[in-house]
């Protein structure tokens, strides 16, 4: 769940082929804010991966984060955000908080390794 629509789409691009490069398909579901992201998972869920920014227009990421892991509990979560306090997604139960001030490879890299260890787990 990400607000910054052309941010979302390069790393949606980039991940994707670099998991296409493995011949793991991948399929993306993007929202712009807490109530989309509750919805997608409420409808989409479980998935691989799910990456959450802390700040979305309508609230706060961790709570998304805190009912991602509380419905599916095998999900990784990827909390990516460009505020300077990440404490908080882990205390919400994210497996990964990373700064957007990390370089984009460095980011597609940490969030694949996450992709594949995760694995479509059950509710």
Do not use: C, W
Not at 66 to 71: F, L, N, T
Not at 92 to 106: M, R, T
């Amino acid at each position: 769940m990400e607000d910054h629509s052309l941010f979302a789409q390069a790393l949606e691009l980039v991940l994707g082929q670099r998991l296409a490069d493995e011949g793991d398909g991948a399929e993306f579901a993007r929202a712009a804010t807490v109530a989309d992201g509750l919805r997608i998972a409420d409808r989409q869920g479980p998935f691989d991966l799910a990456v959450v920014d802390l700040v979305l227009p309508d609230g706060n990421g961790a709570d998304l984060v805190r009912e991602v892991k509380a419905a599916y509990q095998g999900t990784r979560v990827a909390v990516l955000s460009a505020g300077p306090d990440l404490s908080g997604a882990l205390s919400a139960g994210a497996d990964e908080a990373i700064s957007k001030l990390v370089p984009l490879p460095e980011i597609v890299a940490r969030l694949e390794a996450l992709a594949r260890a995760g694995g479509r787990p059950g509710t």
